[in-house]
């Protein structure tokens, strides 16, 4: 059982950054591949990072490459996002899966083992 408590969300205007964190109980974190995945007003929960077990591998969508870094020590897994833009407002959330690999997650946001109960961003223009 791993439980996750994200934090760090806020309001923050356009061109500026944040940074979440994500802390996870148990003792076998290092047994999971660990991501962010966002969800705006009305759409889906899409998959913003990944990290591999060992932090050695990241993943990143399309639309936050270059902006965003997913990072990881013993027990809490990390977004630092940069030169945030008003369609990055959404309810981000911490994700674990002992299975596969950190571009897996990005496909497989439907066999995920656990889930935070998410940190709003806001961005204003």
């Known amino acids: 059982q791993v439980q996750l408590v994200e934090s760090g969300g806020g309001l923050v205007q356009a061109g500026g950054s944040l940074r979440l964190s994500c802390a996870a109980s148990?003792?076998?974190?290092?047994?999971?591949?660990m991501g962010w995945f966002r969800q705006a007003p009305g759409a889906e929960r899409e998959f913003v990072a990944a990290?591999?077990?060992?932090?050695?591998s990241t993943y990143y969508a399309d639309s936050v490459k270059g902006r965003f870094t997913i990072s990881r020590d013993s027990n809490t897994v990390y977004l630092q996002m940069n030169s945030l833009k008003p369609e990055d407002t959404a309810v981000y959330y911490c994700?674990?899966?002992?299975?596969?690999?950190?571009?897996?997650?990005?496909?497989?946001?439907?066999?995920?083992?656990?889930w935070g109960k998410g940190t709003l961003v806001t961005v204003s223009s």
């Open positions: 990290i591999s077990r060992s932090g050695g």
């Open positions: 994700a674990a899966d002992r299975s596969g690999s950190a571009q897996y997650m990005s496909i497989s946001k439907n066999g995920i083992d656990y």
């Open positions: 148990g003792r076998t974190f290092s047994s999971y591949t």
